[in-house]
C-alpha cells in the first residue's frame, strides 16, 4: 500500500509560479515511478510529468515543456512540481500518481492513468488572469 498526499495547490495570477508537493508513505519510494496529471472541470484526466525511480529519466506534456519541472527527494519520500508561467488553461485540479509495479517506464507508459496503481486526492490550481 502507498499513501500519497498532495499539498501546494491555490490562486496565483497568470505568468506566476506554484511549486506542488507529494509526500509518499508506505512502500519503499525509491523503488518505483511518479507522475503528475490534471483535471479540469468537463475534461479528462491528463498526463503533465513523470519522473522515474531514481529521478534520472523525466517527462512532460508538451504544454507543460520549459513551464514545469518535476524533481524527487528519495530521502524525504516526496515529489515536486514546480510550476512556472501559469496559464489560466493550467487551471485544474492536480493529482500525483505512484506507478509500483513497472520495471522500466517509458513516454508511451507514463501517460496512460491505467499503468498508476495509487493516487492522491489531489490538490486545487486556480490560475486567474
Known amino acids: 500500500q502507498v499513501q500519497l498526499v498532495e499539498s501546494g495547490g491555490g490562486l496565483v495570477q497568470a505568468g506566476g509560479s506554484l511549486r506542488l508537493s507529494c509526500a509518499a508513505s508506505?512502500?519503499?519510494?525509491?523503488?518505483?515511478?511518479m507522475g503528475w496529471f490534471r483535471q479540469a472541470p468537463g475534461k479528462e484526466r491528463e498526463f503533465v510529468a513523470a519522473?522515474?525511480?531514481?529521478?534520472?529519466?523525466?517527462y512532460y506534456a508538451n504544454s507543460v515543456k520549459g513551464r514545469f519541472t518535476i524533481s524527487r527527494d528519495n530521502a524525504k519520500n516526496t515529489v515536486y512540481l514546480q510550476m512556472n508561467s501559469l496559464t489560466p488553461e493550467d487551471t485544474a485540479v492536480y493529482y500525483c500518481?505512484?506507478?509500483?509495479?513497472?520495471?522500466?517506464?517509458?513516454?508511451?507508459?507514463?501517460?496512460?492513468?491505467?499503468?498508476?496503481?495509487?493516487w492522491g486526492q489531489g490538490t486545487q490550481v486556480t490560475v486567474s488572469l
Open positions: 500518481a505512484a506507478d509500483t509495479t513497472s520495471s522500466s517506464i517509458t513516454i508511451l507508459t507514463v501517460v496512460v492513468p491505467a499503468n498508476y496503481d495509487y
Open positions: 508506505g512502500r519503499t519510494f525509491k523503488n518505483y515511478a
Open positions: 519522473i522515474s525511480w531514481s529521478g534520472g529519466n523525466t
